[in-house]
């Protein structure tokens, strides 16, 4: 059977031109050549610490043993930093692969993700330079303290309290009610000795808003908790539990005025306050921004770790008899139902990390400018840049989670086991649509953001490049066809963004009509997030090969099609699309599962998914799955029988003493 189930797949991956995975792979998972060979010699370079067989294991340890584990994966990333010399942005690399390849997010892996580019973004690069030595040599391992037990993307209603003053030019840092407690920053429990705190600043009895002040938690030396600081953990989640998030209580702990972030506002030594413009204080929040688009990328690689465990496992698996070939069973990806579940996911994947990589790309020109010269950032572009973070976060995360649980039930009851993997994918994946503004509620920011920038246009204001499809907003609706795909998704926006607009209108305020009209918001937030995928998905294909272009295309049009089937009622009342397009799409659809279903394993195999990094008996490169499945069930094996001789033996005895 394995031998036979090896030769399944390779014989699937004949099926497909040599270059595709690796092309695939190149444009659509890593965005270039280069970024690909980068991330497999890195990969290369740390599975040769780890193993398929000690992955399995993980899953059925404790939580705390898997929190020791993550952090000794952590130390073993920063000693193979150290051996091999690696550059910063090899190390932040090995960082993030560390995570896709065991599913196991480290907490140090928040002080570079969160934390340090805090420090580099609203800092000022005295404040940063005074500090580096501790926050390179690991003497310092921060958070990012933020959410409150009472308030969470709404920050302008956070509750602790720094307070200046002037006798001793220090701020008080304070929780003074039980709402007001940090509670949820990753790393915070037990990890963390630095926190950037955020917390409103009041001088002189004047609340100036919230700001962020750097904070020491512990003890370098002992690790103990300073005088007035409680902290500990929240509690175990859903998944994600190798990070220690916690809760973080402050009574009247003081901190030099120096430790105030000082980029954008400042306080001198009188109390005197300044701050910055509109435009510049935004770029305060610009490691929220950040981390939006690194969830949108998280969702892809989520995404598609699921993906290839139900295709691989789909091409192995055999259920029911040909109706063709009575005696031959068929395979589970031959059947067009599991086609339809399983392909759109590929395709959804594809979607994701297109669009990823673009507005990666534009976070780290961003970057660079806020470090810097961040007078040069225009205020037109971050807003655009803050509306399509949260768009893409909605969309990315619903795609990702939905399809995450498609994936899995696809995989029928050993799909339900943990060690399918699916199971952990599913927790993972739900922190997607939670983390950094759940979805319903940044949604708002989108759409408070479009108007804005409608109302910007309207006075004609200079668009960047892309806002110009804000010239069609007032005018006719083109006679489009159910094969116009990216026009459809941009004017079922417009149209949406259109009717919104005029809509708020007639209410005294943007926030009044976006309070009013919440669940048109969302769905003009989620409208636009799928409309930026199409557009990036649509221009990725375009680099293609011809030998991988046909295919790719098929993919592109396949998400498309899917789109468009599952909003249906949205495209034939906003774009005038004809009531004969269900059945045109319908049979597009059947035509694109056929046209995709024979490249399915190579267009998998172009994630780069190891079988450590995917942790799944299922999803095995060399199909050998139920050879996988029996040896982790080995894993479980014991003679002992828990809980026999305390109560099944004195039942059994119980009821033959009562028959007497």
């Known amino acids: 059977m394995a031998a036979n189930n090896a030769d399944v797949l390779a014989s699937e991956r004949c099926r497909s031109p040599a270059t595709l995975a690796i092309e695939m792979s190149e444009v659509f998972t890593h965005g270039s050549q280069a970024s690909r060979e980068t991330y497999m010699r890195l990969c290369k370079l740390l599975e040769a610490h780890l193993s398929f067989e000690d992955a399995q294991k993980m899953l059925s340890e404790s939580i705390e043993n898997q929190r020791v584990l993550a952090l000794r994966l952590a130390c073993l990333v920063e000693k193979l930093i150290l051996m091999h010399r690696l550059s910063n942005t090899d190390a932040e690399v090995l960082r993030v692969i560390s995570q896709d390849l065991t599913g196991y997010a480290t907490p140090t892996l928040l002080h570079h993700a969160m934390f340090t580019k805090n420090l580099a973004s609203i800092f000022t690069p005295e404040q940063v330079a005074a500090w580096g030595t501790p926050i390179d040599s690991f003497q310092w391992l921060g958070c990012y303290a933020q959410t409150e037990l009472g308030h969470g993307s709404n920050l302008r209603s956070l509750e602790t309290t720094a307070t200046f003053l002037p006798d001793v030019d220090e701020f008080e840092l304070?929780?003074?009610?039980?709402?007001?407690?940090?509670?949820?920053?990753?790393?915070?429990?037990?990890?963390?000795n630095m926190a950037v705190v955020y917390a409103r600043l009041l001088i002189h009895g004047?609340?100036?808003g919230v700001h962020s002040f750097l904070l020491q938690l512990r003890d370098f030396t002992t690790h103990k908790p300073l005088p007035g600081i409680t902290v500990g953990h929240i509690g175990n989640k859903l998944a994600f539990n190798t990070v220690d998030n916690g809760y973080l209580k402050l009574d009247r702990v003081r901190i030099p005025r120096a430790n105030m972030a000082m980029k954008f506002s400042t306080v001198a030594r009188?109390?005197?306050?300044?701050?910055a413009d509109g435009a510049k204080r935004e770029l305060s929040y610009f490691t929220m921004l950040q981390m939006r688009f690194h969830m949108v990328h998280g969702s892809a690689k989520t995404l598609s770790k699921a993906a290839t465990i139900a295709v691989r496992y789909s091409a192995i698996r055999l259920q029911g008899l040909s109706a063709t070939a009575p005696h031959g069973e068929v395979r589970v990806l031959d059947y067009q139902s599991q086609q339809h579940r399983v392909l759109p996911r590929v395709a959804e994947s594809f979607a994701i990390f297109a669009t990823s990589h673009v507005y990666n790309a534009f976070c780290t020109q961003a970057t660079a400018m806020v470090d810097t010269s961040p007078d040069s950032i225009d205020a037109t572009s971050l807003a655009m840049a803050?509306?399509?973070?949260?768009?893409?976060k909605v969309a990315a995360s619903e795609l990702c989670t939905r399809g995450i649980e498609i994936c899995r039930r696809a995989c029928g009851g050993h799909g339900y086991l943990q060690s399918s993997g699916l199971p952990e994918l599913g927790g993972f994946a739900a922190q997607f649509v939670t983390a950094e503004g759940e979805n319903y509620v940044i949604s708002q920011q989108t759409t408070r953001t479009l108007l804005k920038l409608v109302g910007a246009y309207r006075m004609g204001v200079a668009l960047p490049p892309s806002l110009e499809i804000f010239h069609a907003l007032d005018g006719p609706l083109p006679k489009l066809s159910a094969t116009d795909y990216e026009a459809l998704f941009r004017y079922r926006f417009l149209s949406l963004l259109h009717q919104f607009d005029a809509t708020a209108a007639a209410y005294p305020s943007p926030d009044v009509a976006i309070q009013t009209n919440l669940i048109e918001s969302h769905h003009l937030a989620l409208c636009y997030g799928k409309y930026v995928l199409?557009?990036?998905?649509a221009a990725a294909v375009e680099s293609l090969s011809r030998a991988?272009?046909?295919i790719a295309v098929a993919l592109f049009e396949l998400f498309c099609v899917t789109q468009l089937q599952e909003d249906l009622g949205d495209?034939?009342?906003?774009?005038q699309l004809p009531t004969s397009a269900r059945a045109s799409l319908h049979a597009r659809l059947t035509h694109l599962l056929d046209a995709v279903r024979p490249h399915a394993v190579a267009l998998v195999d172009a994630f780069d998914h190891s079988d450590v990094s995917l942790n799944s008996t299922l999803g095995r490169a060399d199909g050998n799955v139920y050879d996988a499945l029996m040896q982790s069930s080995l894993l479980y094996a014991s003679d002992a029988v828990p809980g026999f001789t305390e109560y099944l033996q004195p039942l059994r005895r119980l009821h033959a003493s009562s028959r007497l």
């Open 174 to 192: 304070h929780s003074p009610t039980l709402t007001s407690i940090k509670y949820w920053p990753g790393a915070l429990a037990s990890t963390a």
């Open 206 to 208: 004047t609340d100036h």
């Open 270 to 275: 009188d109390g005197t306050y300044s701050r």
């Open 386 to 392: 803050h509306a399509i973070s949260c768009a893409l």
């Open 534 to 537: 199409v557009h990036e998905f």
């Open 548 to 550: 991988t272009k046909p």
């Open 571 to 575: 495209f034939m009342a906003l774009v």
